[in-house]
């Protein structure tokens, strides 16, 4: 009751009181919130989809609570691997001798694996190629070896290289994403006999986007639905389901890793392409609608995000390249032969927008304040194409999870549309001393017009 107001308590008068309330709230205007977070009831413990190539979120649950990743992990190892053999530590054709460490843990046929022979080389090719369909733990390790010298430095790597990447939440005890039980105490040095590798939906997105964005090439392997392994009876079947012709077969899916241990439950980062978007899903401990951890739902729930994704958003070119912008299509120039010099947009600013928005967004230019002297001039000379500033967009109205890099902006650049050079002295001097009589002949006009 509202202080100072008396209401008899009738209970007609309550009734009356009730009805207009809620006449009064249904005129209420409720924001539309585009980015709900239970809009797609995503029965997972966390859950996220992002646009790769801006890192927009677009749905997110529980996403920065650290949970079991499985084998998830491994593309953490992937990362290092091309690294390494981006700086030429390593070769595709290296050949690794298997340890007995790595023996041992690939013949044990409860964990995903090919069997490795100790004593036996392999290149690191073949070595990536199980790891990368067949989720392979023991030519995990091996890998690992063949990169620091044991489990133990390389582990040691994962957790600097999160830190590098800006990740948060995490924790790598080893290279595959195993618990530390499955290794029969060899785990890795300043690790617990029952670690197990934990991270955030959120990192762990922003580690499959900063992999994509690195070594695209990581999706030649892992879009591959099979494949043969030496001499093996059958063929390696990669345990991303979603690829063309297995069982949860999802048109544009070309990666990227699944996971599953007791502790991570079911889990999978997924990644598609469609109509030039392509999107990163992660599910943590994904469950099926009877409430078991299943393939059916991991692969039923990262679904349902890729579905909302494209259906929902697009890319779309917000501005066009040479764009002039309303009320600065030229900025003034000093010092120049002439006195202004027209910009424009360098090129086109797509951004992700929601289907029917293209028209909701403001251009928002920003003026880089270097390029400008004290009195709010550009000094010749400038070059043709120098930027003196970005164009970005803003939208109004949405509910907005931000982006995955939280600092992230998303603009072009705006540049001159042609060169100004300096002006010689005699031209600066003519100037100056134009401008002299121009101010003294005004000075004289106030004066004279003071006297009547």
């Given at each position: 009751m509202l202080e100072g107001l008396h209401v008899k308590k009738s209970p007609k008068v309550l009734v009356s009181l009730s009805i207009a309330i809620l006449m009064l709230l249904s005129l209420i205007q409720i924001p539309d919130r585009t980015?709900?977070?239970?809009?797609?009831?995503?029965?997972?413990?966390?859950?996220?989809?992002?646009?790769?190539?801006?890192?927009?979120?677009?749905?997110?649950?529980?996403?920065?609570?650290?949970?079991?990743?499985?084998?998830?992990?491994k593309m953490m190892t992937e990362y290092l691997m091309f690294e390494a053999i981006k700086e030429k530590k390593i070769t595709w054709d290296q050949e690794q001798i298997?340890?007995?460490?790595?023996?041992?843990?690939?013949?044990?046929?409860?964990?995903?694996?090919?069997?490795?022979?100790?004593?036996?080389?392999?290149?690191?090719?073949?070595?990536?190629?199980?790891?990368?369909?067949?989720?392979?733990?023991?030519?995990?390790?091996?890998?690992?070896e063949a990169i620091a010298g044991s489990e133990t430095k390389f582990v040691k790597m994962m957790n600097e290289k999160a830190k590098e990447l800006g990740l948060d939440n995490y924790n790598f005890v080893n290279s595959t994403g195993l618990n530390n039980q499955s290794l029969n105490g060899q785990h890795p040095e300043g690790t617990g006999p029952e670690d197990e590798s934990v991270m955030s939906a959120r990192s762990t997105a922003k580690l499959a986007a900063q992999l994509m964005k690195d070594y695209p090439e990581v999706l030649e392997t892992s879009s591959v639905p099979t494949m043969k392994f030496r001499d093996l009876i059958g063929e390696m079947t990669n345990w991303n389901k979603m690829l063309p012709g297995l069982d949860y077969e999802y048109p544009g899916v070309?990666?990227?890793?699944?996971?599953?241990?007791?502790?991570?439950?079911?889990?999978?980062?997924?990644?598609?392409?469609?109509?030039?978007?392509?999107?990163?899903?992660?599910?943590?401990?994904?469950?099926?609608?009877?409430?078991?951890?299943?393939?059916?739902?991991?692969?039923?729930?990262?679904?349902?995000?890729?579905?909302?994704?494209?259906?929902?958003?697009?890319?779309?070119?917000?501005?066009?390249?040479?764009?002039?912008?309303?009320?600065?299509?030229?900025?003034?120039?000093t010092k120049g032969k002439e006195k202004s010099v027209k910009i424009h947009t360098d090129e086109p600013l797509k951004m992700l927008i929601k289907n029917g928005d293209e028209k909701s967004f403001k251009p928002v230019f920003t003026i880089d304040k270097k390029k400008m002297n004290k009195d709010g001039m550009l000094t010749a000379p400038l070059k043709k194409g120098e930027q003196i500033g970005t164009l970005g967009a803003v939208q109004e109205g949405n509910e907005d999870f931000g982006f995955l890099e939280k600092d992230y902006t998303q603009t072009v650049k705006v540049v001159t549309t042609e060169k100004v050079e300096k002006a010689n002295w005699f031209v600066l001097m003519m100037r100056g001393v134009g401008s002299f009589f121009s101010d003294v002949w005004g000075s004289v006009t106030d004066m004279v017009k003071g006297w009547f």
């Open positions: 980015y709900a977070k239970d809009s797609l009831n995503i029965n997972a413990d966390a859950a996220i989809v992002v646009e790769a190539s801006t890192g927009k979120i677009l749905y997110a649950k529980n996403e920065d609570t650290a949970l079991g990743i499985a084998s998830m992990t298997i340890s007995e460490y790595v023996h041992q843990v690939s013949k044990d046929t409860a964990l995903s694996n090919v069997g490795l022979e100790v004593g036996k080389p392999y290149t690191i090719r073949e070595l990536y190629e199980a790891l990368a369909i067949y989720s392979a733990n023991g030519a995990t390790i091996a890998i690992a070309d990666g990227l890793k699944t996971g599953t241990t007791d502790f991570a439950g079911r889990s999978f980062t997924g990644t598609a392409m469609r109509d030039g978007m392509r999107v990163i899903t992660v599910v943590m401990n994904a469950k099926d609608s009877d409430g078991n951890s299943s393939d059916k739902g991991r692969f039923g729930e990262t679904k349902k995000l890729m579905d909302y994704a494209f259906t929902n958003f697009s890319m779309k070119e917000i501005f066009p390249k040479g764009y002039e912008i309303k009320g600065h299509k030229s900025l003034p120039v």
